[in-house]
């Protein structure tokens, strides 16, 4: 993990004395603290081929009020980082000593990761200016690593085909499909096999899928089962997901029962 002052951190053009802080002990004894911390409004991150924005945020108190403050990079370990914009963090004040602040992230996979084993849960590191810190020493600023986590995941793609269309009443429907997810070293999708897939069903004129039964994708990601035709309707299969890779369901494939 890199060393930086508490002004590169946070991308600011505050002009600070140099303080080395190594991201994965840094913690400096202050009163100002650090609150909530929010990323992705709390959802994981999903990248694919393109570049993706999200937000973090983070609550901070002192008893002087906060500066600046903000989740200055994630981290995975000590060789995966992804930094904030360069934009100054987004404060809006909730008390006297409290403010909550905002940084933008964009990511893109290939350029900013490049290896798709980095995929899972990535930790952040904040940092709080307090108005009374002491812009020679630094003294007052907190930095702290591990202030709070997100997943960030590998996006799947996942397609279905129902047929025949239309089909007889009680006659077979063949749905098959695709999983696939991308690998951040090429930004390419490539099959992703041996992963359990529901197979869900929508009746025509409602909106709501159920589930229909349960499959597994072949080696190469391919998807195939049968089902008895019963009523119009929309048939899909859906990915809940895993530790590295984000859910998907696949678009629904009308079949038209006579």
Known sequence: MRIRTAAVVLGTAVAFSALAVPAATADTASPATIGKVVINGGKPVVLGTTTSTFTASLTASDDS???????????????????????????????????????????????????????????????????????????????????????????????????????????????????????????????YGSQKVALQFRKAGTTNYVNVK?????????????????QDGYYRFVYAGSATTGAVSATGDYVDVK
């Open 214 to 230: 349960g499959i597994t994708a072949g080696s190469t990601g391919s998807l195939k089962t049968t089902v008895k035709a019963a």
């Open 65 to 191: 009020g906060i500066d600046l403050a903000g989740v200055a990079f994630l981290h995975r370990g000590t060789s995966d980082e992804l930094d904030s914009t360069d934009a100054d963090p987004v404060c809006k004040t909730v008390s006297a000593t409290t403010s909550t602040c905002t940084v933008t992230f964009k990511v893109n996979a290939k350029s900013n990761i490049g290896n798709s084993a980095a995929a899972g849960t990535w930790s952040a590191f904040g940092v709080v200016i307090p108005n009374d810190f002491d812009a020679d020493t630094e003294a007052g600023i907190v930095t702290k690593d591990n202030v709070g986590t997100v997943k960030v995941l590998r996006a799947a793609k996942l397609t279905a085909n129902a047929t025949p269309e239309p089909v007889k009443k009680g006659a077979t429907i063949t749905v098959t499909g695709a999983l696939s997810r991308v690998d951040w070293k090429t930004a390419k999708y490539a099959g």
